[in-house]
């Protein structure tokens, strides 16, 4: 073989403290390198079948694309190799020399619109080659690229220090080869089963074939009437596959384990828990593909941000398509994670996402149907553990769930049933629907709710007293998507959703007649009274109005119905949004005594403005102006 001088380059920047921080800090784990390396095996075959679509001769007579692992104990090597597309000598030193420049990445973005959606690429960090680093003393590159002539190859040999040198060398066969020369604390990498054994656990589903040297166990000869002397694995010249090369989803789900579904989850998602359940399908009918999607047991810190993605990876016929397939989940359950391999979605699928086809909406139906169907085969389960996994689920994505409400009007029955809520007699999150329709009154014709800021607003609103009172149980819905979400819905199972901060409240059956007449009375003889807080308060209010809703309060603030809620246009104006002015009313108490202060008051104004500040302070607001409401108390507390 010839060989040319070889010539030294420095490493871009300040690449020893960064081959430093790579193989000391960015890996934790030693072994990954294995899965680093074989990824970028696997990105360079794929790179051929790319671009052997239009140059077939790339393939020179070698067509069956593989990565091979060879160990050498004697020289303490472990050689990676692939007949894919291999480097040129200026690739060598230009990917190789730049940390942090990666050749995936840079291929990407040479390829225009729907040949992005097709290239099935791992690696797009550019450290991943460094890896090797963890364990060897000194890297090895030898490659050649497909289509130049044998004589053209290169040599590529680094210490990971400050300089690597390059050389031109013959090479028979296209693709490359990494030889790493292990360090003596790294090889116990050289025993084929640990080799084995981190293949199939990060590159199992990596479609190549991943081979190895066949071992056979080899008795030694020994002469008649001696004593056998034992014997040992000897390799053969004969390679074989050490990984599946078949995706997890495509298989049986009775070939599945349980510690399968979780350890594929776990290298899908970089996920460190396990996930809370998981569905696995082959839908067949007009649109055929496979569904593996799980739910986690975790939300992801921006899980209300405007970067938050869907976790589904799309696959068209094991061909990697790509990440974050937002169409093929609705946005309520975006938190799901999974793979879906369709059969059917043409492979320039970018555009057909953006497009939104038929195959892809029905995907996505499928996938919520699905998800959903799991859902409520955890919160029905009499297993305490699929109880436990349900609870986990909604105090992490209750409120997630809750924006399918609005957004998937075919599944808001199933969601429905699916939410959980406090109540004024129970404050764990625990109590569904179907629950509350159960223990309902004799004579109550509606489901009750109040929706506020917190749970304790919620709790103590004064628009719970009287249904304290009668016993009347009432939901806390205390989220901030609440108030949206329930705009949605009217009913549960026949039975009216009635918000009871909205509108007059009527108890209907359960409010006896001497209740509705003694505040047909009040209302007379505070007509004085209202008239003349009407007038003190009418750039605050719309109506003011006397009410047995109230107990122990003065008064409380009420929305009419289809008008937006305080809490709402709180929290429009918080996310920047224009809201039209809109008045609520005021209710008072006449059993109050400082409403029956009002009368004959010195100070009506000043003491008007405080009860209706009040009012709003108990919803979890502020006053338009606290400086005010502090100089009226005080002016109040010193008379």
């Excluded at 990676?80 to 940390?99: F, M, Y």
Aim: with cysteine.
């Amino acid at each position: 073989m010839s060989e040319q001088a070889s010539q030294n380059y420095s490493f871009q920047a300040e690449v020893a403290q960064l081959l430093h921080l790579v193989t000391h800090s960015l890996y934790s784990n030693p072994e990954i390198f294995l899965r680093e390396l074989i990824s970028n095996a696997s990105d360079a075959c794929d790179k051929l079948r790319f671009e052997g679509i239009n140059h077939p001769e790339y393939y020179e007579n070698d067509p069956d694309l593989h990565v091979r692992i060879s160990l050498n104990k004697e020289d303490k090597t472990l050689t990676i190799s692939d007949n894919g597309i291999g480097l040129s000598q200026q690739e060598a030193i230009d990917n190789l020399g730049t940390i942090a420049k990666s050749g995936t990445k840079d291929f990407m973005s040479k390829l225009t619109g729907d040949q992005k959606a097709d290239a099935q690429l791992i690696g797009q960090f550019g450290v991943g080659f460094y890896s090797g680093f963890i364990v060897a003393d000194k890297i090895t590159v030898e490659s050649r690229r497909a289509g130049l002539d044998a004589s053209e190859g290169v040599r590529w040999i680094s210490g990971g220090t400050g300089e690597f040198e390059v050389q031109q060398i013959d090479k028979t066969s296209r693709g490359t080869d990494i030889i790493l020369h292990l360090r003596d604390d790294a090889l116990d990498y050289l025993e084929s089963y640990k080799v084995k054994q981190i293949v199939n656990k990060y590159s199992d589903h990596i479609s190549l074939p991943i081979e190895m040297q066949k071992e056979v166990w080899l008795e030694e000869e020994v002469a008649e009437g001696e004593e056998p002397k034992g014997g040992q694995m000897v390799k053969t010249d004969e390679w074989e596959a050490i990984n599946s090369a078949s995706a997890l989803w495509t298989r049986n789900k009775s070939e599945v384990t349980e510690e399968q579904y979780i350890e594929f989850y776990k290298n899908l998602t970089h996920d460190f828990e396990a996930p809370l359940a998981w569905a696995h399908n082959r839908v067949e009918g007009s649109t055929e593909y496979t569904q593996l999607l799980y739910i986690p047991s975790k939300a992801p810190h921006d899980i209300f941000t405007r970067e938050a993605k869907a976790g589904i990876k799309l696959y068209v016929k094991r061909v990697f398509i790509m990440d974050d397939a937002d169409n093929l989940i609705p946005n309520y359950l975006r938190f799901v994670q999974g793979v879906v391999d369709s059969a059917d979605l043409p492979l320039n699928v970018s555009r057909e996402l953006l497009q939104e086809s038929r195959d892809v909406k029905t995907i996505r139906e499928g996938n919520a149907r699905r998800v959903l169907t799991v859902l409520d085969g955890l919160a029905k389960s009499e297993d305490e553990k699929d109880q436990e996994k349900f609870k986990t689920f909604y105090s992490e994505f209750g409120s997630v769930l809750k924006e399918g409400l609005g957004e998937d009007f075919g599944n808001r029955e199933r969601i429905l049933k699916l939410l959980r809520y406090a109540t004024s007699t129970n404050d764990e999150v625990t109590t569904s629907f179907a629950d509350y329709k159960a223990r309902m009154k004799e004579g109550q014709k509606a489901i009750y709710y109040v929706t506020a800021d917190s749970l304790a607003a919620a709790k103590n609103s004064p628009q719970l007293e009287l249904f304290k009172k009668k016993g009347i149980e009432v939901l806390l819905m205390a989220e901030r998507v609440d108030e949206w979400a329930m705009n949605f819905v009217q009913e549960f199972d026949g039975t009216p959703l009635k918000n009871v901060s909205k509108g007059a409240v009527d108890l209907g059956d359960l409010q006896d007649a001497e209740e509705k007449k003694a505040l047909e009375q009040a209302a007379e003889q505070f007509k004085p009274v209202v008239e003349k807080l009407s007038d003190s308060l009418k750039a605050k209010t719309k109506e003011v109005r006397v009410t047995t809703r109230l107990v122990d309060s003065p008064a409380c603030l009420v929305t009419s119905e289809g008008e937006l809620s305080p809490q709402l246009i709180r929290m429009l104006k918080q996310a920047g949004q224009a809201v039209p002015e809109i008045k609520p009313i005021l209710e008072i108490n006449p059993e109050h005594p400082l409403v029956k202060k009002l009368e004959g008051s010195e100070q009506f104004d000043d003491l008007a403005n405080v009860i209706f500040d009040q009012a709003v302070i108990a919803e979890g607001g502020l006053p338009e102006d606290p400086a005010a409401y502090v100089k009226r108390i005080n002016s109040l507390l010193l008379k």
